[in-house]
């Protein structure tokens, strides 16, 4: 396994998507026929065994395991691109609770300062799970309208599970901004994973951004930090895939698995534009 810096962190919430991504890229490169930015360029030293496990699980239609705390892997893709220049690319498969514990503790471990500091970063956030703030302003007027006096409106505890997801992925941004991994200006790639749950909205990825993290679209826009990025919307999947622990069986799976080529399932949504070259936020990073 290769085990030195990443050239581009991919960071995300826990099922974010980060697993499927590497799974769906590790297919697409490879598949033949397949138009892409990014292509395979052969074999070189790399482990490629668990990239073809989860590549393997993706062309089956089944969910990727949860990465386990204990289980980082860093892995390498040799790629070429469409100018002919080869590049190593390599990346780490994150469990997301290390991101969680990060955002609760504020704390870094040391093992993850070398995998947060590549200067490409693909954040991953799940569309169809996005959690919005409660407003108290909002609970206490809702407690009224029900005739709630506010003294016996329920008070929930403060508690990390609660935060908005926004609210934990500006912090994870800021924290790549600031002390040891402060490395100066870095290039972001955003992506709104399981667009297929979130385009019934009929929003672009722009404006998801706008409604639905306006947060986080501040602080980028306000460019305090300085990200240079990009958006984009991402189904790497389809549609739902089963999960073999529960023994489930799904119709939109068995669509998924009926396709042409494996890569039909694949959209990355680049404003108006559709395609299904997965590679493209790689390649914009990259470039
Ligand atoms: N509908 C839909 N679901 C998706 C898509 N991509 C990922 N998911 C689902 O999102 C969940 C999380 O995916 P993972 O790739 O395991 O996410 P992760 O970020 O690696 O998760 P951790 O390893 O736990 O941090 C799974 O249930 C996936 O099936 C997609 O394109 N469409
Ligand atoms: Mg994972």
């Known amino acids: 396994m290769n085990n030195r810096d990443p050239d581009v962190s991919i960071i995300g919430l826990p099922e974010s998507g980060k697993t499927t991504l590497l799974a769906a890229i590790w297919h697409m490169v490879r598949e033949p026929g397949s138009i892409t930015a990014l292509k395979f360029n052969g074999l070189s030293q790399g482990n490629y065994e668990h990239l073809n496990a989860l590549a393997k699980r993706w062309r ?63 954040l991953l956030i799940n569309g169809d799970t996005i959690k919005f703030p409660a407003w108290i302003v909002e609970q206490m007027e809702v407690a009224k309208g029900a005739g709630i006096p506010p ?5 929930v505890e403060w508690s990390a599970e609660l935060a908005p997801t926004q609210v934990k992925v500006v912090e994870l941004l ?37 409604v639905k ?51 039909d399932r694949i959209k990355v949504i680049d404003g108006k534009n559709v395609s299904s070259d997965i590679t493209q936020p790689l390649n914009w990073l990259m470039g």
């Open 60 to 122: 089956a239609g089944k969910k990727q395991q949860r990465t386990q705390t204990d289980g980082l892997k860093v892995v390498s893709m040799n790629l070429r691109n469409s100018t002919g220049d080869s590049l190593e690319v390599s990346f780490p498969d994150m469990p997301g609770e290390d991101f969680s514990r990060m955002w609760e503790k504020r704390e870094l471990d040391q093992s993850m300062c070398g995998m947060l500091s590549a200067d490409a970063i693909v």
């Open 151 to 155: 003294e016996q409106a329920e008070v």
């Open 174 to 210: 800021q924290f790549l901004m600031s002390g040891t991994l402060s490395i100066g200006p870095r290039r972001l790639a955003l992506l709104i994973s399981a667009w297929d749950q979130v385009e019934g909205d009929g929003l672009d990825p722009a404006e998801v951004l706008e």
């Open 213 to 263: 993290l306006p947060l986080l679209n501040q602080y980028l826009r306000s460019a305090r930090d300085p990200w240079t990025w990009r958006i984009w919307g991402l189904s790497a999947q389809g549609g739902e895939y089963e999960d073999q622990d529960k023994g489930e069986q799904l119709e939109v799976t068995a669509a998924l698995r009926d396709l042409d080529r494996p890569s």
